[in-house]
């Protein structure tokens, strides 16, 4: 509702062809900025580009990785080799987010059914038809809106069925017929002391430093020293354990068994992308794993993880936590 008459600037009537009455078009002055399309950067993992980055990953000879007997400098050969073709066969590119939902039940024909209803009402004003001309059109119109009610529901039904989840495709269906969408709101607020800060990336370092700190404070407590555990707390073994070397074979199980589809780590390959390269990494894998086991030595890039913040809603959603 408009309260302030004075910010409206100019209101013309406009015949959009499909009704008998004319839509209104108003422009309102508003103080807030025009926001347009929200603009991203992401990967497109189509299967063209996915073709692209398996034959690059076949041409490779994994030298650089298979010579190497230091494990950090295996694994760290390995991935700068896998990342290249990455990066050349899935580009980061800019993207705009717009609303492709919309009138998805739009067919061919109704397009076209659309476009003569528009010319059909223009002549019904008209006062040189007939009456039963008239009639014609008033009749075409009451079958172009069944048309669009019919459409309307068969998509639905088809949204509903295909979905694994089909309350969460009900819902879907009903939030986008009564335009109940959600907003997501990227403006992002923290009060640190007597300070508010905006920017996202003091916000994650804020983060961060709070978790790092807190585990310090843990380990010092009570005088605790962390060098003292390692040094006198740390008793032998009389029995010794023996890790026999991975096969190519128990990678490729390990590989197949991936379930996400789409989630990734701190190097933005997904786990599907792993799947069907597989056959092309599994040899450079288990050079650098068995090495791992020569010589007792995790790969330091594989300490590195990605760990996304989860709000308190979307873990209660997730584990069925009920406060």
Known sequence: MIMNLNCIKKTINYDLGYSDHFAQLTYIIVNKPVVGPKIIKKRQFSDIAIKEFIYYLQTESWDQVLLQEEVNESFNAFMAIVMYYFNISFPIKTCYLNNNNKNKWMTKGLIVSKNKLRILNGLKRSKQISSVFRFYISDYQLIYKHLVKEAKKRYNEKLILSSKNKTKGIWQVINRETGNFPHNNYNMQLQNSTEIITDPQLISEKFNSYFIDTVNGLLNKDGHNPMQTFQYDIRTCSSSMFASLITEIEIKNIISKLKGKYSDGFDEIPEVL??????????????????????????????????????????????????
Not at 280 to 302: A, E, R
């Open 274 to 323: 792993v799947k069907h390269c597989s056959q092309h990494i599994i040899k450079p894998l288990t050079h650098v794993f068995n090495l791992s086991f020569k010589n007792g030595i995790f790969p330091d890039m594989m300490k590195i993880a990605k760990i996304p913040p989860f709000s308190k809603k979307e873990i209660n959603g997730t584990f069925g936590i009920i406060d």
